[in-house]
């Protein structure tokens, strides 16, 4: 299960000052334009918060990016803050000029001379009677290539002549630029320094942690505040799959394969399963795993003093769950242990879905003697999975190595390292910070054209994601069906998707999306019709919305900020239906746990994404009366039958029947505004081998991926 959230980006740029004797400075913006001035060359975050850079009085080093360089006398130089865009920004003498190196985007294959050309248009902008002084390859002297431009001209707005010096080098696809700037009279005077400083790059292998850069998946990341967020007991997303791992996972083809079980059987009426574990397993501390660590890991998931509220989704089917749950039992009884490796389970029926669920990080594996060793455990966690955490850096990094003790096949990339809030994705991929990266849908456009040249890395599909808005089932004036109905009828979701989401998505008629099994092409849904939806208000029990108490919507967000989805609804409910919208935001990183256990709003915006693909994990997980993803409240005793039916029957056509018997009620009864299917776009690195755009969110991707090391020769 992956909650749905809107985010607001900010993008960090440089934009140099308007002197010509002042040193840049670094401002931020909330816009993407690639925006360039006079003395900027526009460059991208560097990813700072895991470039391994070491300044000296005199030499800069960054083995991340894989060169040096050496600050002559009479410089000055000052390394980036963090997110800065930028490596360092220089002073010439007592401000007689200024400059700054910096990453640029990604070559992309381009040649020395057409990058060293781009910066020229860059560095330009805005300078009148331009002349050329020097445009040429040179060598450096340890003998690597660079460009080199040195240009003059007169700045208007400056009212002063300004000479450029410009000099970029090329190292495993990334280009890196010096740039220096002042009157050519102060350039006579530091002409050898000048020139020294150009001369003293020097090109190394790119490392990172010590391991070279081709040995490294880099990815992006943010933080959660919620420690909750980190333990595979009470997380609402996919977990920390590198780490922990449950009884079976998914392979490539999407089918339930062994993990910390080696095998099971299945008794003749599908209610026991014989689990054999992997008798070789160790935790990541070289402790033996046995049938005692699942035990504990699901009886403490089931226990109500660890308040999770996704146990009973995804473990509820193994008799005695509930009753620990509730707090009527101190044990699962339907868990046996025959021997340290064969643990004996008993569900309540034959449910063929049943391995499924235990996928899901609710059903991973810790280490007793890690969890209860402090309430920071999680910082330091102690798993089976195919990597071990060796370092995470709250804000900056998580370091994650490849864990040799593995019993399976070992992943084939030896390091891990998520880079947190080190700018926006796009950016970071464009310059080689990262190599698999989220494309939004303001970037969509720009990628799917056949010209850029990052199509050709763009991976796409449509998600088994659904994102929705729920109804409160149980709170005026939302208990009345016709009400519910109104509000679907009198939202425009093709005007939303064209203008706010610009067509990436597919909308929605029901709860289903597009390749899940049970999907229906034929539903009809509920449409935009805002004439029938006033006329609904009229025949519900309210019979006016002046007799509707005030609305109130909950979504995730800071202050007063709305985003775009909650604008659009308050605007069309309110232009269509004449009722008022109250927005309350909530803390995104307490979001589920807050709306569900407090009173808040009728509305909530909402999402679901597949967590197997099966239709059981839609229908039956969020709208079965009293389905702990039932978040509001809807309950319908004919759904409830053909759900529970549904379940157990072993007919997989009559199954899917029955599923889409059970969607056409759910969208007539209208508990939710079903919106859109999400459109999955990635960008993926062409070194990057055995990527799968997967539409599972427990699909554990890194383990299958390996890099291509010619690449980086």
Not at 520 to 528: D, I
Request: glycine letters at 6%; one cysteine or more.
């Amino acid at each position: 299960m992956k909650k749905i959230l809107m985010a607001s980006l900010v993008i960090l740029l440089f934009v140099a000052s308007c002197s010509i004797i002042q040193k840049p400075v670094v401002t931020t913006t909330d816009t993407n334009a690639n925006t360039t001035s006079p003395g900027s060359y526009a460059p991208v975050s560097t990813a700072t918060a895991y470039v391994e850079q070491k300044s000296s009085a005199n030499t800069y080093v960054n083995e991340q990016y894989g060169f040096s360089i050496t600050i002559p006398s009479g410089f000055t130089a000052a390394d980036a803050p963090a997110d800065g865009g930028y490596f360092q920004d220089y002073t010439i003498g007592n401000n007689e000029g200024f400059g700054y190196l910096t990453p640029t985007l990604m070559t992309n294959g381009d040649s020395l001379e057409t990058i060293g050309n781009q910066a020229i248009e860059s560095q330009a902008t805005g300078l009148e009677k331009m002349k050329l002084l020097k445009n040429q390859e040179i060598t450096l002297s340890n003998g690597s290539k660079a460009w080199y431009t040195q240009l003059t001209g007169y700045y208007p707005s400056w009212k002063a002549d300004m000479e450029i010096r410009i000099t970029t080098a090329i190292n495993a696809g990334r280009a890196i630029t010096l740039v220096l700037y002042s009157n050519p009279e102060n350039f006579r005077a530091w002409n050898t320094e000048s020139d020294s400083m150009r001369d003293s790059i020097v090109l190394s292998a790119p490392l990172v942690n010590g391991l070279p850069r081709s040995q490294v998946l880099m990815l992006s990341g943010g933080e959660s505040s919620n420690p909750r967020e980190y333990d595979p007991a009470t997380t609402h997303g996919s977990g920390d799959y590198l780490i922990f791992e449950g009884l079976v996972t998914f392979n490539q083809k999407l089918e339930i394969v062994p993990a910390l079980a080696a095998g099971w059987d299945v008794s003749k009426d599908g209610t026991v399963y014989t689990f054999h574990l992997q008798p070789d397993a160790v935790f990541h501390n070289g402790k033996p795993f046995t049938t005692a660590d699942v035990v504990y890991s699901w009886q403490r998931a089931a226990s109500p003093d660890t308040q999770s509220d996704t146990v009973m989704t995804y473990l509820s089917d193994i008799v005695g769950v509930k009753e620990m749950h509730e707090g009527r039992a101190d044990s699962i009884s339907g868990l046996k242990v025959i021997d340290d490796h064969t643990l004996q389970v008993t569900i309540d029926a034959p449910k063929p879905y049943f391995l499924y669920k235990l996928t899901y990080p609710t059903a991973n594996i810790v280490d007793r003697d890690n969890v209860e060793s402090g309430s920071d455990w999680y910082r330091t966690p102690n798993g089976t999975g195919p990597y071990r955490m060796t370092r995470w850096e709250s804000m900056v990094s998580m370091t994650y190595e490849r864990f040799e003790g593995y019993y399976g096949a070992k992943p084939s990339i030896p390091m891990v390292v998520y880079n947190l809030y080190g700018g926006d994705d796009f950016r970071l991929y464009e310059d080689g910070s990262v190599d698999i990266a989220s494309v939004y849908d303001y970037n969509v456009e720009r990628v799917s054209d056949p010209t850029d040249p990052l199509n050709k890395e763009l991976r796409s599909g449509v998600s088994l994601c659904t994102n929705y808005v729920q109804f409160d089932a149980a709170k005026p004036p939302f208990d009345d069906v016709k009400v519910r109905q109104a509000f679907t009828l009198a939202f425009d979701k093709a005007k939303y998707l064209d203008v706010v989401l610009m067509n990436t998505d597919v909308p929605a008629k029901g709860i289903y999306p597009p390749a899940l099994p049970g999907f229906n092409p034929n539903l009809e849904g509920l449409g935009y019709d805002p004439e029938r939806a006033r006329q609904l208000i009229t025949e519900s029990k309210y019979g006016s919305v002046d007799a509707f108490p005030k609305i109130v919507i909950t979504t995730s967000g800071y202050g007063s900020y709305a985003d775009s989805l909650v604008s659009a609804l308050s605007d069309m409910w309110q232009k269509n239906l004449g009722v008022e919208i109250t927005v309350l935001n909530l803390d995104p990183n307490t979001f589920l746990e807050d709306s569900s256990q407090q009173d808040y709003g009728q509305v909530t915006t909402s999402g679901w994404c597949a967590d197997y693909p099966d239709p059981e994990n839609f229908a039956d997980v969020l709208f079965h009366t009293g389905a702990e993803m039932n978040k509001g409240h809807y309950s319908n005793p004919e759904l409830d039958r053909i759900l529970e039916q549904a379940r157990i029957e072993p007919d997989v056509s009559k199954r899917i029947e029955l599923y889409q018997q059970a969607e056409k009620i759910i969208v007539e009864d209208a508990p939710a505004l079903f919106l859109y299917h999400s459109g999955d776009f990635e960008l993926v690195k062409p070194y990057i081998q055995g990527y799968i755009l997967s539409p599972v969110s427990t699909y554990p991707q890194i383990r299958y991926l390996s890099i291509d090391q010619s690449y980086w020769k």
